[in-house]
Nanobody, 115 residues
Framework: VQPVESGGGLAQFGGSLTLSCAASGSSSNINAMGWFRQAPGRQRDLVAVTTMSDGSTNYAGSVRGRFTASRDNVKNTVTLQMNSLKPEDTAVYYC?????????WGQGTQVTVSS
């Protein structure tokens, strides 16, 4: 399984960006997909992870109400709509794919929010 990310880039404070991730390869039996992020000097933290079977999403408290995750479990894709962006959202965002407990990571995409 290879997560392939798209989106990200530069946004201004209060702006919006969209991230997408597609799980290619042998992607049957995906339990969950989502996003983590890592800012310089910090650990990688959960942003939003969606259970593919029912679409329920676990959000980090810092993004709840601003970010919205959606999934297509036929195409094995997840999308993260990020609104009301803040400078503290600046980080490398990594796609996360959980296949029966085995975790796969995307290569990461930079999101930078200017104040």
């Amino acid at each position: 399984v290879q997560p392939v990310e798209s989106g990200g880039g530069l946004a201004q404070f209060g702006g919006s960006l969209t991230l997408s991730c597609a799980a290619s390869g042998s992607s049957s039996n995906i339990n969950a997909m989502g996003w983590f992020r890592q800012a310089p000097g910090r650990q990688r933290d959960l942003v939003a992870v969606t259970t593919m079977s029912d679409g329920s999403t676990n959000y980090a408290g810092s993004v709840r109400g601003r970010f919205t995750a959606s999934r297509d479990n036929v195409k094995n894709t997840v999308t993260l709509q990020m609104n009301s962006l803040k400078p503290e959202d600046t980080a490398v965002y990594y796609c996360y794919v959980n296949v029966r407990g085995v975790i796969y990571w995307g290569q990461g995409t930079q999101v930078t929010v200017s104040s």
